[in-house]
C-alpha cells in the first residue's frame, strides 16, 4: 500500500484530528473512533466529507459541555436578579414608600432608606450573597450533569419555565395595578402574601427540581463492550 | 412506567437501522451509508445514546493491515427495547413503516 498520501487525505486526517482536540477529555474513545472512521474512507473526498462532519460533531459535543455548565449558573445569576428587579418593578409600579418587609428581599430592606430604593451598600450586599449561591448552584449544576445527562437538562427546562413564569406574574400584576378602577380581586393580587409567595416559588422551584433530579434513576442494564 | 420521550427523526432512523441487524457490530460508516446521516449528524446521536446506555460499542478485532481498528456499535439489551418501543411508537409518523413490527 502507497504511503504517500494526497494533499485531499491530509487534509481529512488534519481535520479529523482537529475534531480529537476540540472534544472533551471524557470523550477520547470518540475522538479515536472519528479518526480511525476517516482513515478507513474510501475515496479523498469521502474522507473529507467524514472528517468535516467530524469536526461539527466535536464542536456540538463541546458547547453542549460547555453550555450546560454555563447556563446553570447564568440560571441562577439571572434568577437572582429576577428577584431583585422585580422588586425595584413593583416599587415603580405601586409606587410606594414603604413595602412591607416580607415582600422585599431582606439585604435591600435593611439597607434602602425611606425612598425604598436600593443603597449602594444594599446592591454590594446582595452580590455578597448571590455570587457564592451561584457558585454553588454551578458545582451543583456540573454534578448533577455528570450524574445524569438527561436529568440535567430536564432541570435546566423546568428553571427556566419557573423563571419565565415568575417575571410574567411579575409583569402582570404590575399591568393590572396599573388598570384603573381596581377590584378586591386586584387589591388581593397586590396583597404581600401573593408576591412573597411568588418569590419564595420562584426560589424553591428550581432547587426541589434539582433535588428531584438527584433521584438515582431505575436501574437500567448496564452497556459492557465486549471483547 | 414513564413513557420514554419522543426521539428525534434522525435517531429514530438510527435506531430503524440497528435494528435491521441487532445482533451484528456495524461501524460509523455503514451506519451512514444505511441511514443517510452524515458523521454530524451521526455521531452526535451515536454519543448521546451510548451516554444512555442505549448502545455498547467496541473496537474492531481484526483491522486492515495498515489502518486503525474501527469503532464498532450495537444496541444493547436495553436499547433494543427502547428502539422497538420508540419505532412502534413513532416510526409510522417518521415514514419507517418497513420497520413497525419486524423486529420482534
Known sequence: ??????????????????????????????????????????????AVRWAAGSVVASYIERIFLMRSFALSA???????????????????LFQQQAIDLLTTSLPASLLAGDSGTFTPLGILLTVMIS???????????????RLSPDRARTAIKATIIADAIFLASVILIGLIRTV???????????STAVLWAIRVSFVALPLVVLLYAHRPEPSATSAVSSS | MRKARRAS?????????????????????????????????????????????????????????????????????????YAQDQIARFGAEAGLDDALGSHA
Open chain 1, 1 to 46: 500500500m502507497s504511503t504517500n498520501k494526497s494533499l485531499a487525505r491530509r487534509f481529512a486526517n488534519r481535520l479529523a484530528a482537529h475534531a480529537a482536540c476540540v472534544l472533551p477529555p471524557h470523550r477520547a474513545e470518540w475522538a479515536r473512533a472519528m479518526r480511525a472512521e476517516t482513515e478507513h474512507q474510501t475515496s479523498d473526498s469521502a
Open chain 1, 74 to 92: 447564568g440560571l441562577v445569576l439571572a434568577g437572582l436578579a429576577a428577584i431583585e428587579g422585580s422588586h425595584v418593578l413593583t416599587q415603580m
Open chain 1, 131 to 145: 455570587v457564592p449561591v451561584a457558585i454553588v448552584s454551578y458545582a451543583l449544576g456540573r454534578a448533577l450533569f
Open chain 1, 180 to 190: 384603573p378602577g381596581e377590584g378586591p380581586l386586584l387589591a388581593a393580587i397586590q
Open chain 2, 9 to 81: 427523526p434522525q435517531t429514530l432512523t438510527l435506531l430503524a437501522a440497528l435494528l435491521e441487524q441487532p445482533r451484528e457490530w456495524r461501524h460509523g460508516y455503514d451506519l451512514a451509508q444505511t441511514t443517510g446521516l452524515k458523521s454530524g449528524t451521526l455521531y452526535p446521536i451515536l454519543i448521546r445514546l451510548a451516554d444512555r446506555a442505549l448502545l455498547e460499542s467496541r473496537w474492531q478485532e481484526t483491522p486492515e493491515r495498515g489502518r486503525p481498528a474501527r469503532h464498532m456499535y450495537r444496541l444493547t439489551g436495553t436499547g433494543l427495547s
